[in-house]
């Protein structure tokens, strides 16, 4: 039996003008239009299709993939809203996917990022989206440990920070002191977990902590050094964006590696900026014998 929004592979039953039909179990025959069809294609082939309604409510197959399957969450962009039914998302196929207003959380509009539960609605046999995430999480125990580095999808701002998605199966909180710049909903980026809370509530961070998070990102600014010529025009005045966006971290973990590496006299400030201390060389502030100072 074929099922709606997932991958399924079914049998070529016969051909026709407008595409081949595929054996579809209780959904019956199912047209695979003939733009979808693989080349060398023949009689009782199994081919590996996505199965969904179309804009005429027909079952239908296709060979492309949309972005989410049913049963995933995704972020996905409104390209239109519809009065009377709702908001419909692209995900990836002819056909939009709708946001029902009954399974919006607040009111969306066109060009904004959702996040969104692919599902197969019981009362209609359609292929929908939900905004109600919580009720499709993983009832399973949290599987992750403090300091393990996972990936992020953000949900929504809250007066405590930001609810994101670890690993699209949980939800975990980002704190509002553990982000220095403004974060979005539908943003996929990496974190880590500062905290796992008896009945499965987690902490989120940007950042490992301690040596875990400081070593790496001094390889990282030392790298980049000597890239450089030695030279780069960051230090702990630079902008926390700028920051982000180049190290891939916060300005409180960039400012404890500087002062690692500054400690180890791997480094100087030039201010504006650092320059690479090579310690094979002398530089002109280094202690020499002889020296009054």
Not at 76 to 90: I, T
Not at 117 to 140: G, K
Not at 229 to 240: I, N, R, T, V
Request: charged share 25%.
């Amino acid at each position: 039996m074929a099922n709606l929004g997932k991958l399924n592979r079914l049998k070529v039953l016969y051909s026709t003008p407008h595409g081949i039909y595929l054996d579809g179990g209780d959904h019956g025959e199912i047209l695979l239009p003939t733009r979808y069809i693989p080349r060398g294609t023949q009689l009782d082939d199994l081919l590996e299709v996505f199965v969904y309604r179309d804009s005429e409510d027909r079952v239908i197959a296709t060979t492309e993939r949309p972005l989410a399957f049913a049963g995933e969450f995704a972020s996905l962009e409104v390209v239109s809203v519809n009065r009377q039914v709702g908001a419909f998302l692209n995900w990836g196929l002819p056909k939009d996917l709708l946001l029902p207003f009954r399974e919006q959380l607040d009111q969306v509009h066109v060009g904004q990022k959702v996040v969104v539960f692919v599902m197969l609605d019981e009362r209609s046999d359609r292929i929908i989206a939900t905004a109600r995430l919580n009720r499709h999480l993983s009832r399973q125990p949290v599987p992750y440990r403090q300091g393990q580095e996972v990936s992020l999808l953000i949900t929504n701002r809250t007066p405590l920070g930001y609810n994101a998605l670890v690993g699209k199966t949980h939800m975990g909180l980002l704190h509002q002191g553990r982000v220095a710049t403004p974060l979005q909903p539908g943003q996929e980026i990496k974190g880590y977990i500062a905290a796992v809370h008896p009945g499965g509530k987690m902490d989120l961070s940007l950042d490992s902590s301690g040596y875990q998070r400081v070593a790496p990102l001094t390889e990282r600014i030392l790298e980049a050094l000597k890239a450089n010529g030695g030279q780069l025009d960051f230090d702990d005045d630079s902008p926390p964006e700028r920051i982000r966006e180049t190290f891939e971290t916060s300005k409180a973990a960039f400012k404890q590696a500087l002062g690692a590496l500054f400690r180890q006299r791997q480094i100087r400030f030039t201010r504006p900026g650092i320059a690479w201390v090579d310690v094979r060389e002398p530089t002109g502030t280094d202690w020499k014998p002889g020296d009054k100072s």
